[in-house]
């Protein structure tokens, strides 16, 4: 009953991750000197790193990626910041088990700079969203979102950091309902069972 968790920098989501008391066996980067690899190290959890830009193709960067996880047996792959876009074989072999979390409120701002296009296109709601992984980017099922409102006077980065502080609230959460098998996907719709809350308002506007 593990946690296996990408990522490719800070790692405050990890973090969020550790604090809520997720059984994280093993930490992975694309990149090395990652700030996240400290993190796991200081709470001593496992790391690894398996640069991409050592390999010829993503193909075989994903063959040693994969071969790396799969020591740890996860129940959860946990993509904490891991910045990389999978093949559709890597995001099928993690099927239903993968979960990625995103700063926006998805279907919305797939992709990067979701901050500067939210408040360049003028949304007055804004936020994250916790997914499962499907080989197309930033579109699987939705597990949980938290939304956060747009100021009038709003730059990206304070907008990101007000969704940042929720993503460390629903992150751990969306990981916990696949840890505990409650999650129940019928026609591309998550249910969790017990009917836990999958929307969490921040009024801190
Ligand atoms: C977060 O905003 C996350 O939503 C996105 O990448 C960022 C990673 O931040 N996928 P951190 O490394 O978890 O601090």
Redesign the pocket.
């Known amino acids: 009953m593990s946690v296996v968790a990408l990522?490719s920098?800070?790692?405050?989501?990890?973090e969020a991750l550790l604090q809520a008391g997720i059984p994280v066996s093993a930490v992975i980067s694309n990149v090395a000197g990652a700030g996240?690899l400290a993190i796991a190290a200081q709470r001593g959890v496992p790391t690894a790193v398996v640069k991409h830009d050592d390999f010829p193709a993503r193909e075989a960067f994903e063959a040693v990626l994969a071969a790396q996880i799969d020591r740890f047996a996860p129940k959860v792959l946990a993509y904490?910041?891991f910045?990389r876009v999978v093949t559709a074989g890597f995001a099928e072999r993690y099927r239903g088990r993968a979960l990625?979390?995103?700063?926006s409120l998805l279907p919305s701002f797939t992709g990067l700079h979701t901050h500067e296009r939210a408040l360049a296109a003028g949304v007055k709601l804004h936020g994250?969203t916790v997914h499962l992984v499907t080989p197309e980017l930033d579109s699987g099922p939705i597990v949980i979102q938290a939304a956060v409102p747009v100021r009038a006077d709003d730059t990206a980065i304070a907008l990101a950091a007000r969704v940042?502080k929720q993503?460390h609230v629903i992150y751990p959460r969306a990981v916990r309902w696949v840890l505990e098998g409650r999650l129940v996907i019928e026609k591309g719709l998550v249910h969790v069972k017990g009917g836990d809350a999958q929307l969490v308002f921040s009024d801190s506007a």
């Open positions: 990522i920098g800070r790692g405050s989501n990890l996240g904490a910041g910045m990625n979390i995103h700063p994250c940042l993503e």
